[in-house]
C-alpha cells in the first residue's frame, strides 16, 4: 500500500499495490495498466463461463466423475485459498492478491478454461466441467471481492442467473449480493499433491513442445507428431496425461515410450532424464548450420573447463564446492556435446 498525491488536485489518497516488485517511485500508471489488464482478464474469463453455462440443475459430484484438470483445479483452489487466507492474516494484502491472481490467470483461465473446451460438445463430461467452472468462478470471486468489489459484484449477479446452483460435493450458499457471501473454506481432502506433480511435469512437457514449436515456427494449426522417451514414475504419470499434452500442444499423435527413437527430421527438447521428439518441423540444411554453431560453442567451453580443472592451482586453492560445480557444468557439457554430434550424424 502507498500514497499517491495527485498532480492536479494536490489531494493524497492510498493506494493497494498488487506488484511489491516494483518500486513506489516508478510511474504509478504502469501499475494502473497491470490492473486494467488484469481486471479485462477477469471479465473475459467470466464471460466464457456464462456463455457455457445453462441452468442447469446441481447434482453432488463424487471424486470418480471428476476428469484429471478438475481434481488438479480443485486441489489447487483449495491451497490458493489457504494461502490468500493466510496472508491477510498477516496482514499482507499485496501477497494475498498476486497468489490468488496467480491461480485465476496461471491455472484457471491458461490451463482450465482450455481444457474443458472440448468436454462442453459433450453431455455427461460437459455437465461436469460446467459444474466445476461455475464453482470455482463463485470461489475466485469471493476471494477478489475484498480487492475488486465492483467488478467481482458485477460478475456475481451474472454469474447467480447462469448458474444458480453451484458446488461440488454439496451445494454451496449463494447469496445476492456477494458482499454478505460466506468466505471460501479451505478444503484439506481435495488437496492432491501427486497430482499436482503429474500435472506439473505434464505442463513442462507442453511448454517445451510448444517451444518447438515457435522456434521452428511452426504454425498453429499444423498438428504434429511427437514422442517421448521416459522411464519409471515420470513415463506413467505423463501417459496418464497423454490427452491433455497432446491437446495443449497441437498434436496429432503422442506416443510415450521408453524406447522411443527419434525420427531423422524431429527436433528434440530435454525435460530432466526425458527426451521429446517432435517430427516434421526440421530444415536439414538450417539444422546443421545451427548444430556447428552450437558444437563450436560447446567445444569451446569444454576447454577452458578442462583447462582450469587441469590447472592443480586451481584445484588446491579453490574452494571445494567451486571445484566442484565445474567439474558437474564439464559433465553437463561434454553430455550436451555427445547431443549436438550425435543429432549432426543423422541429419547427414
Sequence with gaps: IFTYIDPETGKEFDVLGTMPDIPSAKIISDRFEIGKNFCNKLWNAARFAMMNLNRQEFRPLTENDLALEDRWLLSRLSKTVAEVQSHLEKYNPSAAINTARDFFWGEF??????????????????????????????????????????????????????????????????????????????????????????????????????????????????????????????????????????????????????????????????????????????????????????????VKRIGGLKGKLSNDSFVSKAPANVVQQSREQLAELEQQLSLVEENMRELR
Design 109 to 298: 483461465c491458461d490451463w482450465y478454461l482450455e481444457l474443458i473446451k472440448p468436454r462442453m460438445k459433450d453431455e455427461q463430461s460437459g455437465f461436469v466441467a460446467r459444474q466445476v467452472l461455475a464453482t470455482v468462478l463463485d470461489q475466485v470471486l469471493r476471494l477478489y471481492h475484498p480487492f475488486m468489489p465492483f467488478i467481482t459484484e458485477a460478475i456475481w449477479e451474472n454469474l447467480n442467473e447462469r448458474a444458480p446452483q453451484r458446488g461440488i460435493d454439496a451445494a454451496l450458499p449463494v447469496v445476492d449480493v456477494l458482499q454478505v457471501a460466506e468466505w471460501p473454506a479451505v478444503r484439506p481432502e481435495r488437496q492432491n499433491a501427486a497430482l499436482e506433480n503429474e500435472f506439473s511435469l505434464m505442463q513442462e512437457a507442453v511448454r517445451r513442445i510448444r517451444d518447438l514449436r515457435n522456434k521452428y515456427t511452426v504454425p498453429h494449426q499444423n498438428r504434429l507428431d511427437a514422442a517421448i522417451k521416459a522411464t519409471g514414475e515420470d513415463a506413467v504419470a505423463l501417459q496418464h496425461m497423454t490427452y491433455h499434452i497432446r491437446e495443449m500442444s497441437g498434436l496429432a499423435s503422442l506416443a510415450i515410450d521408453a524406447n522411443a527413437e527419434k525420427p531423422k527430421l524431429a527436433a528434440v527438447a530435454v525435460l530432466g532424464e526425458m527426451e521429446i521428439y517432435v517430427d516434421g518441423v526440421l530444415d536439414p540444411e538450417k539444422e546443421l548450420e545451427r548444430l556447428e554453431k552450437q558444437k563450436e560453442n560447446l
